[in-house]
Every structure is written in structure tokens, then in C-alpha cells.
């Protein structure tokens, strides 16, 4: 089964900026649909972007369009959240998670990875103060 560990999470002022890493192991998925969610204390887990195999597509949450970046290396085995201009909104555990695909599968949103994930990770939290 794939296995997933978060780690680079921290605290950090208001305007700064941490990159989340997941690294990814027993991954034997010709495709997939990966991605990043989080949840604070008393809110609903919230989906932040994916990406799918290959980053043929990336879907981010409209409260972090433009400040934050789903990305991955192949080479090794992980997957990455860089978060700039952070706000204390952000705070919350980040989970990393994800889901392999059929081949002709190319469904990869948030929604759609929020229903569908089967693997995820123990969580990493980002504390970010005003």
C-alpha cells in the first residue's frame, strides 16, 4: 500500500513563507491523483490543490490561488507544497493524500480527491502568527 509522510510544517509570521514535503513510498500506480488538504481546529478539512501523474493538472482553492504551488519530483518520490505570503488563516494540520488511478481515469479536483483518496498521510502543522 503507498505510503505517505508530511514534514516541513512550523510556525511562522504573517507574510512568510514554508514548503511542505510528502514523501511517497510503495507507489506502484502508473497514475494517480495526488494533493494537499488541511483543517483547523473546529472547521471541516479543506481541500488546498492537487496535481495528477505527470502534473498534467493542478487545482488549487481559491484562498491560495496565487501564493501557493503543488509540485512534484519523480525522481524522488515526493510531493511538495511551497506556501508564500502565508496568513493566520492558514494555520492548520496539512495532510497529504492520495489516490491511484486507472489509466484512462484523468479526474484529478479537489472535490473529486476529497471523496476518492485512499491513502493519506499523519499530518504536519503550519501555525502562522499575525
Known amino acids: 500500500q503507498m505510503q505517505l509522510v508530511e514534514s516541513g510544517g512550523g510556525s511562522v509570521q504573517a507574510g512568510g513563507s514554508l514548503m511542505l514535503s510528502c514523501a511517497v513510498s510503495?507507489?506502484?500506480?502508473?497514475?494517480?491523483?495526488m494533493g494537499w488538504f488541511r483543517q483547523a481546529p473546529g472547521k471541516e478539512r479543506e481541500g488546498v490543490a492537487v496535481i495528477r501523474r505527470g502534473g498534467f493538472s493542478t487545482y488549487y482553492a481559491d484562498s491560495v490561488k496565487g501564493r501557493f504551488t503543488i509540485s512534484q519530483d519523480n525522481s524522488k518520490n515526493t510531493l511538495y507544497l511551497q506556501m508564500l505570503s502565508l496568513k493566520p488563516e492558514d494555520t492548520a494540520m496539512y495532510y497529504c493524500?492520495?489516490?491511484?488511478?486507472?489509466?484512462?481515469?484523468?479526474?484529478?479536483?479537489?472535490?473529486?480527491?476529497?471523496?476518492?483518496?485512499?491513502?493519506w498521510g499523519q499530518g504536519t502543522q503550519v501555525t502562522v502568527s499575525a
Open positions: 510503495r507507489n506502484n500506480y502508473s497514475n494517480y491523483c
Open positions: 493524500a492520495a489516490v491511484g488511478l486507472p489509466p484512462w481515469d484523468t479526474l484529478c479536483t479537489i472535490p473529486a480527491l476529497g471523496v476518492r483518496a485512499k491513502y
